[in-house]
């Protein structure tokens, strides 16, 4: 039987609506009903693209008839579009940061609950089939003997040289910056891991070409729940994008880019090392996109994989790092708070 078909409308017209939209085909059941972009023309674009309506303002595509909205705007406007698409009754999948503040996202989940609706982060990586069969190869190992489990520290870093001068990562005023960007995913690896982070180190860096206002690189220091974390994120620097997972009695490894993967590797210091191979099919997208659709035909209200839990502790990472490297965004409400001492 094919599932119930789940239309969707799209908040946001660049370039990773782009993505998500040519995923869709690979995510059964599941189309592109309606768009908006604040330029029209962006709007037919894609919509034009994928037989769908393009329509002239948020509140025209809640009205829409689609089943669920995915907000592909830049972070500063992930907290009001989320909040619209929620107060008109709809699910809600919202790109990554999932909002520029922990104080921005309890809002949002708030919300959510209140009117019983899913809310989830879309943070692609947890959904990779690599990233799922090294979870479950590691967590069928620490039932066994020679396992690297329990992970106690994470290592994991992601910097591009190829950011150019007009992206918007380079804006204070559309909460950019190497951490905001890019240094969300290393945090989540961490929290994945290790559990909330209940101290945070970190340093940053401005560009060393054009000083914008906003972090270049920045490297993190965090004890966690369950262990220690050290992260880097950059902008304009090349790196090996390799994540590493360690334990008493090995380590395993996510290939890079460990962020979009389809290799690993656990080492254990006793036994041959094990790799897992598993290409990405697509743009690697729809993983997360056919979990949501699942939940939602489930009558579910919070992802078991990305859970709210999992972004809040996230965004509270995030917020302690921007306050020790002192990072702000014009017009934020609750700008984080540098701590005492
Ligand atoms: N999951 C992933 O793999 C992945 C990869 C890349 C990016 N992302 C995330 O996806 C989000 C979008 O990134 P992108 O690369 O797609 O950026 P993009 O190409 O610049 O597209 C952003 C879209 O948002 C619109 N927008 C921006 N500010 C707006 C506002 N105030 N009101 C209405 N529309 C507004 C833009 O319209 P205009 O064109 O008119 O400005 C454009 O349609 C970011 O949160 C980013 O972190 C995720």
């Keep these: 039987m094919s599932p119930s ?13 782009g993505r998500f939209a040519r995923d869709l085909q690979h995510v059964p059941g599941a189309a ?14 894609l919509a034009g693209a994928h037989s769908a309506l393009a329509v002239e303002s948020p509140a025209a ?3 829409a008839g689609v089943d669920a909205v995915y907000i ?11 909040r619209a698409a929620l107060a008109a009754g709809l699910p809600v999948l919202c790109e990554k940061p999932v909002t520029r503040s922990l104080a921005e996202l309890d809002d949002l989940l708030g919300l959510a609950q209140a009117r019983n609706l899913l809310f989830m982060e879309a943070m692609k990586t947890p959904f990779l089939p690599v990233y799922r069969a090294l979870r479950s190869e590691l967590e069928g190992q620490q039932a066994g003997q020679g396992g690297v489990r329990p992970i106690f520290f994470v290592q994991a870093g992601n910097a591009s040289p190829h950011t150019p001068p007009d992206h918007p990562s380079w804006s204070a005023a559309l909460a950019g910056g190497a951490l905001m960007a890019i240094g969300v995913y290393q945090a989540f690896l961490a929290v994945d891991w290790l559990g909330p982070a209940s101290e945070v180190q970190a340093l940053s860096q401005a560009s060393t070409t054009d000083p914008t206002g906003v972090d ?4 993190v220091q965090s004890r966690h729940a369950r262990g220690l ?16 997972l360690c334990g008493p009695r090995g380590f395993a490894t996510i290939h890079r880019p460990w962020w979009n993967p389809s290799r690993a590797t656990i080492t254990p210091l006793s036994g041959p ?26 009558g579910r209200r919070e992802s078991p994989i990305v859970t709210p839990a999992h972004s809040r502790a996230v965004m509270q990472m995030l917020d302690r790092t921007r306050a020790a490297i002192d990072l702000r965004f014009p017009g934020e409400p609750h700008p984080p708070v540098r701590p005492l001492g």
């Design 5 to 17: 078909p789940v239309r969707w409308g799209l908040l946001g017209a660049g370039a990773i609506a």
């Design 32 to 45: 592109v009903a309606a768009i908006y972009a604040r330029r029209p023309e962006q709007a037919r674009q």
């Design 61 to 63: 595509l809640f009205a």
């Design 72 to 82: 592909a705007t830049l972070p500063d406007t992930h907290h009001a579009f989320a």
């Design 216 to 219: 270049a690189f920045t490297l």
């Design 229 to 244: 974390s050290q992260l880097y994120a950059g902008l304009e620097l090349a790196s090996p994008g390799t994540a590493t």
């Design 273 to 298: 090392p094990l790799d897992l191979s598993y290409p990405v099919l697509g743009d690697g997208l729809h993983y997360e996109t056919t979990h949501f659709c699942d939940l939602l035909r489930a």
